[in-house]
């Protein structure tokens, strides 16, 4: 984290509406991500659960609304905020033609170029279970579910303090999403706020601290796990996530 | 803590263009294709043209070498930005902390330096092959000069309509459509000043000045605009936003709307 830097959790956005031509896609969404927890959002394909993603990770400006990280409100995500943000989408976004720790090696040096500190990269590879075989070999050659491990490490790799995930589990195996799941509880222990959305209902219940529902734009329900009643949370999000539809790993 | 905004520019830039032309030394997708293009063209023009007295190449040599660097150029954004496009790698440097105006630069640089490889067989080609284009080498300065301006130029404006169509998921086959027509004005510019080369017309240093000039604007609206182009203007949308907050505020404490 940032040091003597404020810190820009938590993240409030406030009456966030998105269109696309006619197509009203973000109805005035509330939402506050805080520090140290994991807010699931949950909602059906084309519910707007991207587009909030790409709002927050300041690669899309909203029609309306008000963003607010930490203390600041702001119009734009500037460097100093990207600096301190991470975003993984569900392609996992990596140069093809070069290996894992040269994707994570290219990313580091961009941030030192701006003055800005990183993980090594084998270090943050294998963390995240990547074989030491499979470091230099192209991307292009990966499994989904390898490229995404190296997604989502480099997206760690600067240790930032909102980490924006949206489908990470797609193409995981079991063991893969167990230590993905791992991963995620240690960066929310060391303290950032993760917005993560899924459609493997499983993973969701077992790492979330909050769920949310988006349907068609709008956020229509909130569950969140008290620290005394596990099982009525449990009961809760089950709702929640049974109004979005049948688990993708169910069978898994 | 942050590096100042110009380091951090140059740094990043030179990072990013480092990246890009390792890529392209691994594959050579870019320089091969582009290379032999030019050759094939030198090679009709000749078929075409070479039988023509010297008098009637001389108007000509000036289109045949921008109408090249303009098709060139095409083949080279697009493909550029069809890299970015495939692995949606565009996407990840614009949530990273870079400044932005150092993809851009680094696009532009890369994409320049094709043109000018291309440049490089082709303005020789020229020379060789009609006696109106002796003039590039007696005068080998102010032709560089002329063939850099005139690639700078085209990539400056290129670039920016290149990534706004990749960033916005636009179809290839818009960016020729649109391409063309923007760039004209620095072809124009270059094809005249080409003319005035070849007539060894004393007043080339202006017409060199004026194309420099016009790179420096291009380029300084390339990069005020590459931002906004990418992920959207955000001062327009701030006052809009704050406007609607507004509405939604007074809207929930139940007052109307002030006109």
Redesign the interface.
């Known amino acids: 984290m940032s040091g003597a830097q404020q810190p820009i959790t938590p993240i409030v956005l ?2 966030i ?1 998105q269109r696309f031509g006619r197509k009203v896609v973000l109805r ?1 969404v509330d939402l506050e991500l805080r520090a140290r927890s994991i807010t699931g959002l949950v909602g059906a394909n084309g519910a707007g659960k991207t587009t909030l993603f790409l709002i927050l ?10 963003r607010r990280y930490g203390e600041r409100v702001v ?2 995500i500037d ?2 905020l ?2 301190r ?3 993984v ?1 569900h ?8 290996g894992a720790r040269a994707n994570l090696e ?2 580091a ?3 030192h ?4 500190s990183s993980r090594p990269a084998d270090d943050v590879l294998r963390g995240l279970g990547l074989p030491a075989e499979a470091l230099d070999r192209p991307v292009s050659t990966f499994s989904r579910g390898m490229a995404q491990r190296v997604a989502l490490a ?1 997206a760690v790799a ?1 240790d930032p303090e909102l980490l924006l995930l949206d489908e990470p589990f797609t193409a995981l195996d079991a063991r893969g999403r167990a230590q993905l799941a791992g991963a995620l509880l240690a960066e929310r222990d060391r303290g950032a706020a993760i917005l993560l959305s899924s459609h493997d209902q499983g993973t969701l219940l077992r790492v979330c601290d909050r769920l949310v529902l988006l349907e068609a734009g709008a956020i229509v329900r909130e569950v969140e796990r008290g620290d005394d009643d596990p099982a009525g949370f449990a009961a809760r999000a089950s709702e929640v996530l049974g109004a979005v539809g049948p688990d993708d790993h169910a069978a898994a | ?3 100042l905004a110009p380091v ?1 520019l140059l ?2 830039s030179l ?2 263009l480092r ?1 890009e032309l390792r ?1 392209e030394l ?2 050579l997708e870019l320089v091969l294709t582009s290379t032999f293009f030019t050759l094939v063209v030198l090679g009709m023009f000749y078929l075409s043209f070479a039988a023509l007295e010297k008098k009637h190449t001389m108007p000509a040599v000036p289109g045949l070498l921008w109408l090249t660097v303009a098709f060139v150029g095409t083949i080279t954004l697009t493909r550029a930005f069809d890299r970015e496009r ?4 565009l ?2 440097l ?6 932005r105006l150092a993809i851009y630069v680094a696009k532009a640089g890369s994409t320049l330096l094709v043109l000018l490889v291309c440049c490089a067989l082709l303005v020789p080609g020229l020379a060789s092959m009609f006696p109106a284009g002796q003039v590039f080498w007696d005068m080998p300065l102010e032709t560089v000069a002329l063939v850099v301006l005139g690639c700078l130029g085209y990539v400056a404006i290129g670039t920016l309509f290149a990534a706004g169509l990749a960033g916005g998921g636009g179809k290839n086959m818009l960016l020729a459509v649109i391409l063309y027509p923007v760039t004209t004005p620095v072809l124009m510019f270059a094809l005249v000043t080409t003319r005035a080369l070849l007539d060894k017309n004393p007043n080339l240093p202006s017409y060199l000045g004026q194309m420099a000039a016009l790179d420096v604007i291009l380029l300084g609206l390339g990069a005020l605009l590459f931002e906004p182009v990418l ?5 327009a ?2 006052a ?2 704050a406007r ?2 507004a509405r ?1 505020r007074l809207r929930t404490t139940g007052r109307e709307e002030p006109r």
């Open positions: 406030r009456s509406s005035g990770a300041g690669l899309l400006q909203p029609d309306g609304g008000e119009a734009d460097l100093e990207r600096a943000l991470a975003y989408a392609a996992p976004q990596l140069y093809p033609g070069l290219l990313f040096e961009l941030r170029a701006a003055g800005l480099r600067g | 803590m942050l590096h951090r740094r990043q990072l990013l990246s890529q691994r594959d495939e692995a949606d790698t996407r990840a614009l949530a990273a902390p870079v400044e992920v959207g203007a955000a001062p949308r701030t809009q936003a609607q907050h939604d």
